[in-house]
């Protein structure tokens, strides 16, 4: 286990997920990141037993970037709040393929996931089963065919980004599923939360925790 611990407290932890790593077990039995912050709150501290750790937030597989977990059921109440009130701010950052036509921008669209086959799309207006999505973001760099986006998420539906920004005609360097061209290793995305800002648990004192930013891979 190399686990990348970012931020730790009384009550919370917060962690970095590499690309092809799941957040939370699932059908696949593949090892998740959960597994891992457990086993090392288990060391750590020397705990018998099942270790508590309660799940705040997810993000996608193939994506990479800040987790923040609960490691008691004060934090994991107080943090989940914080994120259904949208006190908690999550700011991703993505390569695109090609260059926006703004430089900054909001895009709002109705997105609309389909379970067969894990995947959204944006479609009109009062359509059945659609829901709002919202992000505003801003070019910060550009090399040749690609550019990298700040994007602040707004509301946080499965996939919205990666929809997004596909429909803009943007999509993440990697994204298969959203029309992207390139394929890189572990079906990794170049999509990273890379800030999670919050109030801790027990006050109203702010914490930001900051990922590394993402370099573009030098074979693109």
């Known amino acids: 286990m190399n686990l990348n611990v ?4 009384n009550h919370l932890i917060a962690v970095f997920k590499p690309a092809g790593v799941l957040v939370q077990g699932d059908e696949t039995g593949d090892r998740s990141l959960m597994d891992d912050v457990k086993e090392y709150l288990k060391e750590k501290y020397n705990k018998p037993g099942n270790v508590f750790l ?11 970037g800040v987790v923040l ?9 107080r943090l ?3 994120f259904r009130d949208h006190k908690a701010k999550k700011v991703y950052e993505a390569w695109v393929e090609g260059v926006p036509r703004q430089n900054q921008g909001t895009l709002i669209d109705n997105v609309i996931h ?18 709002r999505a919202e992000l505003s973001y801003e070019v910060v760099e550009s090399k ?5 986006l700040k994007i602040n ?3 946080g539906k499965h996939h919205q980004i990666r929809i997004q920004l596909s429909h803009m005609g943007n999509p993440v360097v990697g994204d298969r599923k ?3 061209k390139y394929l890189l290793p572990e079906g990794e995305i170049l999509l990273r939360a890379i800030e999670i800002s919050f109030h801790t648990a027990t006050s109203e004192e702010k914490i930001t925790v900051r990922a590394e930013s993402m370099a573009l891979p030098s074979n693109l």
Not at 54 to 64: A, W
Request: net charge positive; charged share 30%; no cysteine.
């Open 153 to 155: 998420l707004r509301t």
């Open 69 to 77: 977990f609960a490691k008691t059921s004060k934090g994991a109440s």
């Open 114 to 131: 389909f379970e067969k086959g894990n995947v959204g799309k944006v479609v009109r207006r009062g359509a059945r089963g659609a829901e």
């Open 80 to 82: 989940s709040e914080q």
């Open 6 to 9: 970012l931020y730790e407290d």
């Open 144 to 148: 040749l065919k690609f550019s990298k």
């Open 54 to 64: 309660g799940l705040i937030h997810r993000i996608d597989r193939p994506v990479s």
């Open 178 to 180: 959203y029309g992207g």
